[in-house]
């Protein structure tokens, strides 16, 4: 089932070293004045999670994984793996997502979310940063409710745009869509989180770029809204 969710207050960083990007993302994110936006990397955010776009396997070999591997140690590829074998069997779907512990202190926690299911695929013409970033803060809602507090902060960087081709406006307007449900609703699965999302993939695909598209989330029984 869905939860009706008002979200704690969570501070929300997008940071990417690609100015196209960084332009989109003041675009679409316009009216939402609380979400920092800047052009930088990732490593600089001093937050309590990073969101790292993978694949379904989390090889962390290359785009920002690679950059992030470097930076925390071979062992966090470990962890990632570990989590997508214990809770995925070894394959993460695109739409899912694995919170680990960092080994560090800032951040805490990596969030991996697969904008691809292989290394470095062509995702320019999917829906998947949509999903891929529903499930990031997914991921936020579920270590929130397994731990309060635990994440109150985190950082995300272009999903998709750069190994996976997505072009800038597409990308932004994308996440825009799938910060959106966080705001509004949390799900119980990432199942209903998919599911949700793949019905109105139409819908979506019909859109011009320049235009945001809210996802609604399924009505709960006997809600009125």
Known sequence: MTVDHAPSPLRVVLADTNSAVVEAWRAAFADSPEIEIRTGSILAEDVDAWVSPTNSRGRMDGGVDAVIKRHLGAGIQLRVQK???SGFAGSLPVGSAVCVPSGAVKPRF??????????????????????ACAAAFQAI????????GSIRSVALVGLGARTG??????????????HALFHD?????????????????DDLESAPVEQRVRIAP???AGSRH
């Open 83 to 85: 989590a997508i074998r």
């Open 110 to 131: 990596l969030i991996s979310t697969p904008t691809m299911e292989t290394s470095s695929q062509n995702v320019s013409e999917t829906l998947n940063v949509a999903l």
């Open 141 to 148: 809602h579920q270590k929130n409710r397994e731990a309060p």
């Open 165 to 178: 081709r997505v072009p800038a406006r597409v990308c932004a307007n994308l996440m825009w869509s799938g």
């Open 185 to 201: 609703h949390s799900f119980e699965s990432y199942d209903e989180l998919r599911a949700t999302i793949v019905a109105q993939l």
């Open 218 to 220: 399924p009505k709960r």
